[in-house]
């Protein structure tokens, strides 16, 4: 069964800086890596979506790499501001949808 | 264009009582999901349609969960009858259906459900 982990489980930066969110699977035979963002009281927004034959995918200030060889995607977000506080998960798309439990980040102003 | 749609936003019942929450896809998404998100963990697939059919149910408390997707649009999740242990948010999302392989998915804003 597929196992995915994502680390920190919680992540507390100032306003500006560059950060890394981790997430990990143990099956590599995967669809895809979906990341989201979910904010308090709220469902799940798409961020971004990379298919298993892709490598990286960016939008704005968010970028999306993926080693289905290492079982790892990185989420990595640039200039961070108070309005990126919100929970990010990853799912790994298999025979179903294997979430993450997500990383809590908190930026400061 | 229109999101998911999920009702009722909120729900509390007692144990033992029955919940039923409805969700409406984006029109034209052929493939619908119900998630269980219990406080600090992940969505928990429960169940997966494909236009009125079921690809996996694997992960439903079929004893006490039960979903239809009558005519392939909109969706019921039934709970019958509650454990203390089914509170939670219950996730609706859907997507298209592409290549075989499945899409982005959009989720709707949960139902928020508590067992007392």
């Known amino acids: 069964k597929q196992e995915v982990t994502q680390i920190p489980a919680a992540l507390s930066v100032p306003e500006g800086e560059n950060l890394v969110l981790n997430c990990s699977f143990t099956?590599?035979?995967?669809?895809?890596l979906q990341w989201f963002r979910q904010d308090p009281g709220k469902g799940l927004t798409s961020l971004l979506l990379?298919?298993?034959?892709?490598r990286e995918q960016t939008s704005g200030r968010l970028n999306a790499s993926l080693d289905k060889s290492s079982g790892r995607s990185t989420l990595y977000i640039a200039a961070s501001q108070p309005g990126d506080s919100a929970t990010y998960l990853c799912a790994a798309t298999g025979n179903q949808f294997y979430f993450g439990t997500g990383t809590s980040l908190t930026v400061i102003p | 264009e229109a999101g998911v749609a999920q009702s009722p936003r909120y729900k509390i019942i007692e144990k033992r009582q029955s919940v039923a929450f409805w969700c409406n896809p984006i029109s034209g998404h052929a493939t619908l999901y119900w998630y269980q998100q219990i406080l600090g963990q992940g969505p928990k697939l429960l169940i997966q349609?494909?236009?009125?059919?079921?690809?996996?149910d694997s992960q439903l408390p079929k004893d006490r969960f039960s979903a239809e997707r009558l005519k392939g649009v909109d969706s019921t999740l039934k709970i019958q009858p509650a454990k203390l242990e089914d509170s939670a948010v219950y996730l609706c999302?859907?997507?298209?259906?592409?290549?075989?392989?499945?899409?982005?998915?959009?989720f709707g804003p949960g139902t928020r459900l508590t067992v007392l």
């Open positions: 099956d590599s035979a995967i669809y895809n």
């Open positions: 990379i298919q298993s034959s892709q």
């Open positions: 349609f494909q236009n009125n059919g079921v690809v996996d």
């Open positions: 999302a859907s997507s298209r259906l592409r290549g075989g392989f499945t899409d982005t998915q959009y």
